[in-house]
Every structure is written in C-alpha cells, then in structure tokens.
C-alpha cells in the first residue's frame, strides 16, 4: 500500500499539479481590430480569442472561440454590421491551418465556414489567411496562400483562386483593399498589384530597383491614385514605407529604423504608420515625424480610425491604445481583461469540454495570485496563498472550491461535489488583489485520463498489474517516470493475467457504464470509482489484456463513460 500512494504521488505530480509546457502568456497578442464609433470596439488575436467593449475600453467581454484549436492566431476581422461578421486565421507550424469563420451573434459564436484540422489533407491545410474584406454586401475576398471568395453574402466561399495567372503560389497575400467597385489594390509579400475590374483581373506594379530586400506585410491606398505599402527589411535591419503615386506610376520609399506592421490614412495627407514605433505623417507621406508609445507597449500590430482625430491601434502585448488628435498623442484604453479565467480537465487539457462536479480542474488567467503555494492538507484549503475560488452553479448556488495549487497564471482547484448542471461562473479572488471570472459547463460526467507528459495525449499515466498462474501479484508503471516514454508490458506465460489501471477525473458520476477498448478489442471494466486517497482522483481498472494483443506495440485506450469518450490515451503491448 505504502508504495503504491508513492507510485500514485509520482504520477499526479506529473500530471496535474505544474503544467510547464501549458504555460499562457497573460493577455493573448492582438492582431486584428475593427471600431464602430468611440464607444464599440471589436478586436481579436492569438489563442482564438475575441474581445468587444461597448464603453471605450473601461470593460471588454472576452470570447474564447470554441469552433477551432486554441492555437488559431485570428489575422483580420470584418464586420457588416454589429451583429454579422467574419473572422480569418490560422495555425502556425509544419503546415498552416487556415479557417473561415463566421459569427451572427456579434461574435459570442462562431462557426468554420472553411478549415478544419485533423491531418495534413484537411480543407484548411497550407492555407494561412490574413486578411479579410468585402467590395459589396454580396462580394467578399479571404485572402492569405490564395484567395477565397464569396459571392452571396459570405454564406458559402469558393476558392483557392489564384489570382495572378502563372504566379504559383510561391507568394502570400497579405492585404487586399476595394476602393469602390472597380477599383483595387492588393499588398503580397514581395509585391504590389492594381485591378481596374473588380478583381477579375490584376496588374503587377514595377518597383523601383532597390538596394535591399523587403518583405511586405501591409498597406493602406487612399484613392485610386495614391497608396502605401509597408514591410521589413530583409534580416531585420528596419523597415520600409513605400509609396505609390499616379496609379502606381511613380513609387518611391522611406528607410526606418523601426519594423512597421500596418498602416492607415484619415485623407491624402494625414496618416500613421505601426509597429514597434508610431509613424505620422502629415504631408502625405513625404516626410514621417516619430511618434511615442504609451509605457509598456512595444509592438503594434494593426492601426484604425473612425475619422480624422480618433483612431485605435492593437498590440503584441494584449493592449488596446487610442488616440483624438489624429495620431499626434496615444495612450491606453483601459486594459482589455486579461481577466478571463478558462477552466479545463487537467487531465486531458480539452479547451471548450464540459467538466463535472468533483472534477480536478487547471484554471488558467493573470493575476491569480501573489506566489505559488501548493496544499499540504486533507480537506483541502479554500484559500491558498490569499487566492480562493469561488463557483456559481445554474441554480444559483455558489459553493468555495477546495484548491490544490496556486500560482499567477495557474489555479488547480476541484469542482465542489453538489454543483449543478448546466453553466457555472468561476470567480477567483486573488490575494494579489482583484477578481478573475469565466465560466464552464456542467455534465454529469465528463471522462479525462492523465497521461505521463501532462498534456492529455500519449502514454497513459497508468500501472499495470500482473497476477500469475500461482496468484502472485506484481506491479509497475507502464512509463518510465523519468524519460516519460512508454515502457513494454509483457503479457507473460499463458496462466498470467495482465491488468490496467488507469487515472483520471470526471468518470466517476456515471449512471449507465463505463467500457474500454485496448487496441481496437473490448476490455472488461471491473471497476470505475474514486481512487480515494487522493480527492477527485477516479480510478479505472480493465483487463484481463486479450493475448492477441501481444506483439502489437504501442495501441490506442478508449475509454467511455455513459457513452462519452475520454482522451485517447496509449499503451505498450510488446
């Protein structure tokens, strides 16, 4: 007994109490940014994240788009009204995952019109998306590795088009810009075009022959005359501001020390440039005077005004700035929440999965506490290091949850037994000081199994136990503990019997049953219960493992509960 609560301990110091390769940044970058008036603004970025305020930035509502993976970057956004609007994005890696999404809601959900992630032959692989707009309420252009079109309203897009015959996709589009009906240009990364047809068909500007290497990133065409384009210089030496003239007759540039990320004019003359320094220039481009940052702001990633004076820019480090004198001054809006707390199994990590009542639960957010504490007690504590956790269920009663960990980004805490179905809101009050809200859903059960590398996949963080032919009982990790990497569980000679044991949470609340599947093969279950030395901990006994197994190496663990599946763990049948 006494080595298996250590064997345990091993496993769920492992598993749940620290996540170093879970870590979240405190505010997500922001990317993408679309103002109504001084009053509504709508922005987006990086871990799928959306954020609208309706005050002037005094308190934002922040959206965790569900319909995609957490690691969607949002590039652009576009609105026709306050309620209907479309998002572009993708995730970065090996291959790129673009989507399409489009919300009816003003952004409280979204649905993928377009992507998809599951291999690299899904609908939205190697095609990374960064801008969006629209020519008529009919006509609109996605368009990154490519352009998707649509031409009823957004509600279906049709593509990849490519939009320059014979150009290949060895180029990305990174900003398209209709200025009426015929009229419009479009910002590559390595070069600039003109279209007099609506986009039907595009002309390549000739650029003067330069003495470096740009990478565009951006634009902003103030008539069907005159524009600007900018982009970095190759090995990060500075950037460039080129500007178009006489239909894209006549281009000439200006070197910067800094590395621009977007541009925007009020009318021919007055304009700014963003990245990680304020541009404005007054004179149409000729001359730009430097701006300065608000204090902690140190990249911009896009720029916008309503008018002449008022105009908002997003950042790298999650921050909204405004300025109402036409870009002469810049200061914070009041801080876009970094006061959203997201909850998920820690178990199996699933963004968006329900939970359940006594479910182990790693909340993450900003600001949750002044140190990291862990609790050395049974019962466990309501408070940790000043923190504590409060949970409100849909019928309105709120419970204190017990905590096991705390840290500023990091709370593992326990979903109080008795919380109702349906959405709950999560409060944390943190001995730093503040209050940190989200919300979860509630189901009866909600399967998760804890994996040796603490992100819900791969090996299983699991024993497994052998009974010989004369009753002997042996058992061992089927991890290595210190490498993490799966360890061969050897069915043995013909009287042996070889079963699993596996941890996890949210198993224990089931009405109807629970089943496995090893390798494809059904395995007997022959208990799902509270572990019950550690609380909130389920553990799941199966086996005997069928023989047939035997030789077949690593396998596939499906575990059910009522008829809902767990993360998909694995196993190592030599």
Do not use: C
């Amino acid at each position: 007994m006494v080595r298996i609560k250590s064997a345990l301990s091993a496993i769920l110091s492992v598993a749940f109490l620290i996540f170093p390769s879970q870590s979240y940044s405190q505010k997500p970058a922001l990317l993408a940014l679309q103002p109504f008036d001084e009053s509504t603004i709508y922005v987006a970025g990086e871990r799928a994240t959306f954020m609208k305020t309706s005050d002037g930035g005094r308190t934002w509502e922040t959206i965790q788009i569900k319909t995609v993976e957490s690691s969607v970057a949002i590039q652009a956004i576009y609105f026709k009204d306050r309620q209907t609007g479309w998002a572009v994005g993708h995730r970065s890696g090996f291959v790129y995952y673009g989507y399409i999404l489009r919300t009816l809601d003003a952004g409280r959900t979204w649905e993928v019109q377009f992507g998809g992630l599951s291999d690299g032959n899904s609908p939205g692989a190697n095609y990374p998306f960064y801008d969006l707009t629209f020519k008529n309420s009919q006509e609109g252009w996605a368009v990154g590795q490519g352009d998707f079109r649509t031409s009823d309203g957004g509600s279906m897009w049709q593509g990849p088009y490519d939009f320059y015959y014979g150009r290949g996709y060895d180029d990305i589009i990174r900003k398209i810009q209709f200025l009426d009906q015929d009229n419009a240009w479009l910002v590559t990364q390595r070069y600039l075009y003109r279209s007099f047809n609506g986009g039907r068909g595009w002309t390549r500007l000739s650029l003067p022959s330069l003495p470096f290497s740009i990478s565009f990133v951006s634009g902003f065409f103030v008539d069907a005359q005159a524009g600007f384009a900018v982009g970095n210089l190759s090995g990060g030496a500075g950037g460039v501001i080129l500007r178009v003239s006489d239909s894209g007759r006549t281009v000439d540039y200006q070197l910067l020390s800094a590395q621009p990320a977007s541009v925007w004019f009020t009318d021919p003359l007055r304009g700014v440039a963003v990245g990680d320094s304020i541009y404005r220039t007054a004179d149409g481009g000729k001359t730009w005077a430097k701006i300065a940052m608000p204090e902690g702001v140190k990249f911009l990633n896009a720029v916008r005004f309503l008018n002449r004076d008022v105009g908002f820019a997003v950042s790298r480090e999650g921050e909204v700035i405004a300025t109402l004198d036409g870009g002469q001054s810049w200061t914070r809006t009041p801080a876009p929440a970094a006061a959203v707390f997201t909850s998920v199994s820690s178990a199996s990590f699933a963004r968006g999965a329900p939970l359940a009542a006594e479910v182990i639960a790693a909340g993450f957010g900003a600001g949750l506490a002044r140190g990291t504490g862990a609790a050395t007690t049974v019962p466990l504590p309501s408070e940790l290091l000043g923190t504590s956790v409060q949970v409100t269920d849909s019928q309105g009663m709120t419970r204190p949850a017990p905590l096991f960990f705390v840290s500023p980004t990091q709370i593992n805490y326990l979903i109080p037994a008795g919380t109702s179905l349906g959405t709950a809101r999560v409060a944390v009050t943190s001995g730093a000081g503040g209050t940190v809200t989200g919300s979860v859903e509630l189901d009866r059960v909600a399967p998760s199994l804890y994996t040796a590398n603490a992100q819900g996949t791969g090996v299983a963080a699991a024993f497994h136990l052998r009974v010989a032919g004369d009753g002997t009982r042996s058992q061992d990790f089927i991890f290595n503990p210190s490498t993490l990497a799966s360890v061969p569980i050897d069915l043995g000679p013909q009287a042996d019997q070889v079963f699993l044991l596996l941890f996890g949470t949210g198993i224990r609340g089931f009405a109807s049953g629970v089943a496995a599947t090893v390798g494809g093969q059904s395995v007997p279950v022959l208990g799902a219960l509270p572990q019950g030395q550690f609380v909130g901990l389920d553990q799941v006994n199966i086996g005997p493992l069928p023989r047939s197994l035997a030789g077949r190496g690593e396998v596939d663990v499906i575990l059910t509960a009522d008829g809902k599946a767990a993360n998909t763990v694995r196993v190592n049948i030599r």
